[in-house]
């Protein structure tokens, strides 16, 4: 626990990418270009999955959930950013800090769970293939996404109470947003109930969700390796392979963010590992699945040639 006096604190300024000053609209260029393929890249998921009625099926629409969560996360996150990075006001309230932590926060937690879910969806697709229908049906994914997004906002509105209930000594977050380490670093006194809350919050969105994933892969990949024919490994592999990828560099991420000692980097450091997670690992998703994905290739193509037609 730390103590100090302090005064009352209305307000934070962000330090943002003040030692990269010289290289600030490059960052800005860049971010900007990232941030404009996200957001095209989720958009044309989500609209093709709308309209395309061969993917109306359990593992697509918790696609589409994911990316409408993504695209939220980076309006959450990005446009302030990119706001600093041209010199425009770096200061935010502390009700605006709040509401940033909490839905930075809720969204981050809701993907994270998803991703378990979309895990769990794969597990019975190919694990117990005859009661797919009947698990996976659209009341259940329905009950299913919306318990992951409750609990995403839940868990977030508990860790962003329990934070800014704290009396704040400095009003200088060494980061460009909201985050939980940066402004726990502003308070007065952060007692071990905070810690606790904070390790409990990652063991429960990180943590959890992971193990259950490794364990549900460790089934799925004994499963595909049993069957008889190549072609049906290499089919089997092919629908789980993109999941697969977002995930280890998902919570990859997450877990080098926010179980790593305070102490082990720099702040360049922990600004690098920040701009992973918030601006390339939402722009990974829609590349993934648009790139690797067959039939969202076809979907595309029918959506494509559909309006084409006079």
């Not at 095209?40 to 994911?66: C, E, K, Q, W």
């Not at 926060?105 to 009947?134: E, H, Q």
């Amino acid at each position: 626990m730390k103590t100090a006096n302090h005064t009352e604190v209305r307000g934070f300024v962000f330090q943002g990418f003040s030692n990269f000053r010289e290289h600030q609209l490059i960052l800005f260029a860049v971010f900007l270009t990232l941030y404009l393929l996200t957001l095209a890249g989720n958009v044309i998921i989500v609209t093709i999955i709308r309209v395309d009625h061969h993917l109306h099926t359990p593992m697509y629409f918790f696609l589409s959930v994911l990316s409408t969560s993504e695209t939220c996360y980076s309006l959450v996150i990005i446009p302030r950013m990119l706001s600093g990075l041209v010199g425009l006001s770096q200061s935010i309230s502390l009700v605006g800090c709040g509401t940033q932590l909490f839905f930075f926060l809720g969204f981050a937690i809701t993907n994270c769970l998803l991703l378990a879910v979309m895990g769990f969806d794969r597990y019975v697709a190919i694990c117990n293939p005859l009661r797919y229908s009947i698990v996976m049906n659209w009341r259940a994914c329905t009950i299913l996404a919306s318990s992951v997004c409750a609990s995403g906002f839940l868990l977030s509105l508990v860790q962003a109470v329990a934070i800014f209930r704290l009396p704040f000594c400095n009003s200088l977050i060494e980061h460009f947003f909201c985050d939980v380490r940066p402004v726990l670093d502003l308070a007065c006194v952060t007692p071990i109930v905070n810690d606790i809350l904070t390790l409990t919050v990652s063991l429960l969105a990180i943590t959890a969700p992971a193990t259950f994933l490794l364990i549900s892969y460790v089934l799925i990949i004994s499963t595909i390796l049993k069957i008889a024919s190549a072609e049906g490994r290499k089919k089997a592999f092919a629908t789980c392979s993109s999941h697969l990828m977002v995930v280890i560099v998902h919570y990859g991420c997450a877990s080098i963010a926010y179980f790593k000692p305070k102490s082990e980097n720099t702040k360049d450091q922990d600004q690098l590992i920040s701009v992973t997670y918030t601006v390339i690992t939402p722009l990974l998703n829609p590349v993934v699945y648009s790139l690797r994905n067959k039939e969202v290739h076809d979907a595309l193509r029918r959506v494509v040639g559909r309006k084409s037609l006079p």
